[in-house]
């Protein structure tokens, strides 16, 4: 009988992302978390094999660099584009008052 995981998948996913798209380490990503970095490591092991899809071998090393530099940038983007969102709802509720 498979165990179930105390972790939901998509927690797992954003976690696992969360290390390869921000160029962090797993110990640190992991501390933060507070989940087992050996876990995490599978947990980003996992994820790096979905994403590549067998299709590693098909980028050269400068568009695998250009590839991982996109995905921090996104990763990025995001986390400031949330933080805006925040501010909005603050400021609109301040405006209010």
Excluded: C
């Amino acid at each position: 009988m498979a165990r179930q995981s105390k972790y939901p998948g998509e927690f797992r996913r954003q976690a696992a992302a969360l290390v390869l798209d921000s160029g962090r380490t797993i110990r640190d990503v992991g501390r933060e978390l507070g989940v087992n970095h050996e876990t995490l490591r599978n947990w980003v092991a996992q994820l790096r094999q979905e994403r590549d899809g067998g299709q590693s071998s098909s980028l050269s090393g400068d568009e695998r660099a250009e590839l991982l530099r996109l995905r921090r940038q996104v990763a990025q983007l995001e986390l400031e584009k949330e933080i805006l969102k925040k501010a909005a709802v603050f400021f609109a509720r301040e405006t209010e008052r």
